[in-house]
Structure formats: C-alpha cells, structure tokens
C-alpha cells in the first residue's frame, strides 16, 4: 500500500506541473518560468494540441485520473487487490508510451526541450516503475494466498 500512496503523492505533483503549463497554455500566465531549455518553444508547437485539446490537459486529466485511483486503492476494501495494482500498471503503461511519444517529439521534431515536459516524464516513469514493482509484489502474494489455500 505504500507503493500506491507515493504514486498518488508523484501524481499529485504531475497534476501541479500539467496544470502550470496548462494555464500557459490557456493565456492565464504570460510567460513559462524556464531556466532550461526552451518551454515557450515546445508549447507553442503544434505539437502541443492533441485531439483538439492541449497536452498538458491531456496530463492534467492523466495525473487527476492516477491520483483518483492511487488513493482509491489504498482504502481498505482495495488494498490487497491485484486489480487495482493492475488498473495502476496499465494507467502508467499508457501514460509513459505518451510521454515517450512527446519526448521523441522534443528532440526530433520540435528540437527544442521543455523543463516541465521532462519533469512530468520524470513523474510519469517514476510512477510506472512503482507500479510495476507494486504489481509484482500484489501477483506474488495472490498466488502466495492461492497455494496456501487462504
């Protein structure tokens, strides 16, 4: 259950990070506080519109949605369930393959890098790997309990 509560707390982060860049997006804040790299640029991309909405509303509903999810399954009626360590997996699978896409998209089409953009693939990846860890361990003890016969 630890696991699950750090994954909820980095997707707590995230959804600060996707919001930040969301209400530049937006026109709510002028300009990106950027010390590395070139987040105007990346932001003012046409990459960064995806499906008619921008990417950092794509993460921002993401990291709500993971956060949700993270503490949800840390009650006690969730928290032994390999489901919900498997619905973490699969969440931050297809959260990591997106931002992989972006990444790919920084450095060879856009070529120019964003500090938040990394920050939230920072976050992203973090969290698959404790999902992945947490998966593990909830697939090892379900089949501890099946063998035990409890």
């Known amino acids: 259950m630890t696991k699950r509560m750090i994954v909820a707390a980095l997707a707590l982060a995230g959804i ?9 997006k937006l026109g709510a804040i002028g300009t990106l506080s950027c010390s590395v790299g070139s987040c105007e640029t990346v932001n003012a991309s046409r990459w960064a519109t995806f499906l008619g909405l921008p990417v950092a509303a794509w993460g921002l509903g993401f990291y709500i ?9 840390t009650t006690a009626r969730y928290a032994d369930s390999p489901r919900m360590s498997g619905l973490l997996l699969a969440m931050t699978g297809i959260g990591i393959l997106f931002s992989l896409w972006l990444t790919y998209l920084e450095l060879f089409v856009i070529h120019a890098i964003c500090q938040w953009c990394v920050v939230s693939a920072i976050i992203v990846s973090s969290c698959f ?4 860890a947490e998966f593990r361990d909830s697939t090892r003890i379900e089949s501890l309990n099946v063998e035990t016969g409890e």
């Open 129 to 132: 790997l404790i999902s992945l």
């Open 65 to 73: 949605a993971l956060f949700s999810v993270a503490v949800v399954s």
């Open 16 to 24: 600060f990070v996707a919001l930040y860049l969301l209400l530049y």
